[in-house]
């Protein structure tokens, strides 16, 4: 089920500000508490996927002290999809949650 | 030596050689996020660390299908828009063949050449307009549409007799262009059968 939502999930990852792969997959498992512990190189094919699709972008950077890495930012096309996205699960989870709930049929 | 991280890129490069540039960048960015990973890790510096990390990170096999798959989206979709392309430019040239072939060579009517460039160009079409509803992934729908366009081009020109006739510059230039498609749409399908081959086989190694 996560699967399906995993490049709305990157999006939102993304929102705070740029980012490289592992601090991607770590923000992930940071705001899911560790419910969203998925194998940590799924997010590659979705960043992949999402940079094509024009909702992301990267660039490599190397850190005065560090490894060079590649970072990636979310584009304004991403920013509008990721709130397309949130109105969509907003109205899908709400179906759900109704009907969860039971009552008269 | 090698450790666990390189012995896991190496593969990870290997599956996806698919993509050479792709194989290239993702092997950089995966050892990069590996190291981080067995640097944060207790046991760093350790090749156990090294192998907790590759762990977590998951089956290369599995994540070189996910890409797999998607180069097989993207080729798929290079390959429909070039065809319909080239569906479209052979119309063009088809018309202009017929227009040229009326005023001055036309072909006599118990010739089979006409026939097939007619018929095979509307069986290309069908095909390729029911494929594009319902089998957008079948390389046998894009075969049968490449043959049927290869054939209806093949016919047309052997038909109007193009290259010993005298065929005015449109005429030539039109066909230069449905033979210069036809070349890229066969790249086209060709990359998407080694594609679908390779994805296939990625996704029965890993099962």
Redesign the interface.
């Known amino acids: 089920m996560l699967k399906g939502h995993l490049d709305a999930i990157v999006l939102a990852a993304l929102e705070a500000g740029p980012a ?3 601090a991607i ?1 770590e923000a992930i498992k940071r705001r899911s508490a560790g419910t969203f512990d998925l ?4 997010v ?2 979705a960043l ?2 999402l940079e ?1 699709a024009g909702l992301l972008s990267s660039a490599w950077t190397t850190p005065p002290n560090g ?4 970072v990636y930012s979310i584009t304004k096309a991403g920013s509008a999809a990721l709130t397309e996205r949130r109105k969509a699960w907003g109205r899908f989870s709400l179906a759900v949650d109704t009907a969860l709930e039971g009552g008269r049929p | 030596m090698s450790g666990p991280i390189d012995d896991y890129v190496a593969t990870l490069h290997r599956e996806l050689d698919f993509d050479p540039a ?1 194989a290239r ?2 092997a ?3 050892e ?2 590996l ?3 067995a640097e944060a890790d207790p046991a760093w510096p350790s090749p156990e660390a090294e192998r907790r990390a590759v762990e ?5 096999r ?2 070189a299908a ?2 797999a798959v ?1 180069a097989v989206d ?1 080729q798929a979709r290079r390959t429909w828009v070039t065809l319909a392309v080239t569906v479209v430019v052979t119309f063009v040239a088809m018309r202009l063949r017929v227009i040229w072939l009326d005023d001055d060579v036309l072909a006599p009517l118990t010739n089979i050449a006409p026939l097939i460039d007619r018929y095979a160009f509307i069986a290309a079409l069908t095909v390729g307009v029911i494929a594009w509803f319902a089998f957008r992934r079948s390389l046998a729908a894009l075969a049968i549409c490449l043959g049927g366009l290869v054939a209806s081009i093949g016919a047309g020109i052997v038909r109007a007799d193009l290259f010993a006739s005298g065929a005015p510059v449109h005429v030539l230039l039109s066909a230069a262009g449905e033979i210069a498609l036809i070349g890229v749409l066969s790249f086209h399908v060709i990359g998407l059968g080694r594609r679908l081959r390779h994805t296939a086989l990625l996704r029965r190694v890993g099962q």
């Open positions: 490289h792969g592992y997959i194998p940590e190189g799924t590659y094919p992949h996927r094509q490894r060079r890495r590649r | 792709l960048r993702l950089s960015e995966v990069d996020h190291r981080d990973a977590r990170f998951g089956l290369s599995e994540i996910q890409f998607d993207r």
